[in-house]
């Protein structure tokens, strides 16, 4: 069974910088690249950004760019997303979301999500 | 303001169908395959439907997906209450190089 449990998740102040982890069991993790997708509350869903199978990242969301990195680590199958000079609406649930393939691939599994507060 | 455009609602009584659009552009739906969500509020999505109409094991074959030039439908017969959800289109925008969502579409069983 494909499992992803997202973690790191907490209330910051802005500016401030926040590491997501999420670990993943239940496939092979090397093969598969992976996202983080988030919802701030009562919205939709947005996606923040995605890595291949071997480290290289995808892209990121523009409202992000510059301010996010992505990166995983395949021997501890886990994917993490490094977040700088956080902002008010950066606040929402972050879920790390598997791919069925490569990049372009569709989303297939989700975790339960890890929730970002960014306040003052 | 989301990239694929969807109703903010739609509903419908048990036992009938209901159908949720999802609009694009060449960039996205009109050169991709699209895929489907559910979400139950308070839990993460699920996987509905990918490649625009083929449903992964374990979707009931009430959910039917199509997709016509740059955009997409979403159709639920039989309608039952556990399918009153939001529910999400998505797909890859070639121009963004990164997967799009839907605004969303929260179905009410009425």
């Known amino acids: 069974e494909v499992q992803l449990v997202e973690s790191g998740g907490d209330w910051v102040q802005p500016g401030r910088s926040l590491r997501l982890s999420c670990a993943a069991s239940?496939?092979?993790?090397?093969?598969?690249?992976l996202h983080w997708v988030r919802q701030a509350p009562g919205k939709g869903l947005e996606w923040v950004s995605g890595?291949?199978?071997?480290?290289?990242?995808?892209g990121f969301a523009d409202s992000v760019k510059g301010r996010f990195t992505i990166s995983r680590d395949n021997a501890k199958k886990s994917l993490y997303l490094h977040m700088n000079s956080l902002r008010p609406e950066d606040t929402a649930l972050y879920y790390c979301?598997?791919?069925?393939?490569?990049?372009?691939?569709?989303?297939?599994?989700w975790g339960q999500g890890t929730l970002v507060t960014v306040s003052s | 303001q989301s990239v694929l455009t969807q109703p903010p609602s739609a509903s419908g009584t048990p036992g009938q169908r209901v159908t949720i659009s999802c609009s694009g552009s060449?960039?996205?739906?009109?050169?991709?395959?699209v895929s489907w969500y559910q979400q139950i509020p308070g839990t993460a999505p699920k996987f509905l439907i990918y490649?625009?109409?083929q449903r992964p094991s374990g979707v009931p074959d009430r959910f039917s997906g199509s997709k016509s030039g740059t955009s997409a439908s979403l159709a639920v017969s039989g309608l039952q209450s556990e399918d009153e959800a939001d529910y999400y289109c998505?797909?890859?925008?070639?121009?963004?190089?990164?997967?799009?969502f839907g605004g969303g579409t929260k179905l009410t069983v009425l």
């Open positions: 998505s797909t890859w925008d070639d121009r963004l190089n990164g997967p799009v």
């Open positions: 890595i291949t199978w071997n480290g290289h990242s995808i």
């Open positions: 490649s625009d109409n």
């Open positions: 979301a598997k791919s069925q393939g490569g990049v372009g691939a569709t989303v297939d599994y």
């Open positions: 239940g496939f092979t993790f090397e093969d598969y690249a």
């Open positions: 060449n960039s996205n739906i009109g050169s991709n395959t």
